[in-house]
């Protein structure tokens, strides 16, 4: 059984542009949630999709966006970078049957210049 | 709002010593409470959960924790630390009112001593 998967594992940006990350949920799992880590802290809520609409939000600004699509994957979106979004973006996804346990991919490093 | 806090930010201990990892949390209603770990440069694996039922629950890695309602703590515990348990330990709180969204802790990074 494959796990959540995440692409790229790292990535360089500078500040203005704008950035697309991508999560591969683990099988049998229809909800994905996205949380981003800065250095030396615990991981925060952005938002999470269940049935391809967003099913709730963290306090992040709009240039925040996800996807999710019919195979149950996810995009998040963050448009007009700032020095501030770098970070560790971590996908996790969680089962029909326990839809409160979320499992977690190796994340994507943003780093912004 | 529901907070997690992890009152150590780094523990050392003896490898072959016992371990306890604090964990107090924030919250309206029954909480869902997690623990995970991450090493270095990767992401977070699920140690233990605890949902209901009996409040000391056991995990992976020989990992356990116990949670005490009247304390408002779910401590995570292991009787013998092995050198690979050193890593980054993050305490979480999810469910009710908050849905599906985990609020974490700012985490405990356990080093191991030979």
């Known amino acids: 059984e494959t796990g959540v998967t995440q692409s790229p594992t790292h990535l360089i940006k500078t500040r203005g542009q704008q950035v697309t990350l991508r999560c591969s949920s683990q099988?049998?799992?229809?909800?994905v949630s996205w949380y981003q880590q800065a250095l030396g802290q615990g991981p925060q809520f952005i938002f999470q999709?269940?049935?391809?609409?967003?099913?709730g939000r963290g306090n992040f600004p709009p240039r925040f966006s996800g996807l999710q699509f019919p195979n149950y994957s996810s995009e998040l979106n963050v448009n007009a970078l700032e020095l501030d979004d770098s970070a560790l973006y971590l996908c996790?996804?969680?089962?029909?049957?326990?839809?409160?346990?979320?499992?977690f991919g190796p994340g994507t490093r943003l780093l912004v210049l | 709002a529901q907070s997690v806090t992890q009152p150590d930010i780094h523990i050392t201990v003896s490898e072959g010593a016992s371990l306890e990892l604090r964990c107090n949390y924030s919250y309206g209603a029954t909480p869902y409470l997690f623990w995970y770990v991450q090493s270095p440069g990767q992401g977070l694996q699920l140690l233990l959960k605890?949902?209901?039922?009996?409040?000391l629950v056991q995990g992976i890695k020989g990992f356990e924790a116990e949670f005490k309602r009247s304390q408002s703590s779910f401590n995570l515990r292991k009787p013998s630390v092995h050198w690979s348990d050193a890593a980054e330990y993050f305490c979480a709180v999810g469910g009710g009112n908050a849905g599906n969204m985990l609020t974490f802790g700012g985490g405990t990074r356990l080093m191991v001593k030979p």
């Open positions: 099988s049998g799992h229809n909800t």
């Open positions: 999709y269940y049935r391809e609409e967003e099913n």
């Open positions: 996790a996804s969680s089962p029909r049957q326990v839809p409160e346990t979320q499992y």
């Open positions: 605890y949902f209901s039922g009996d409040t």
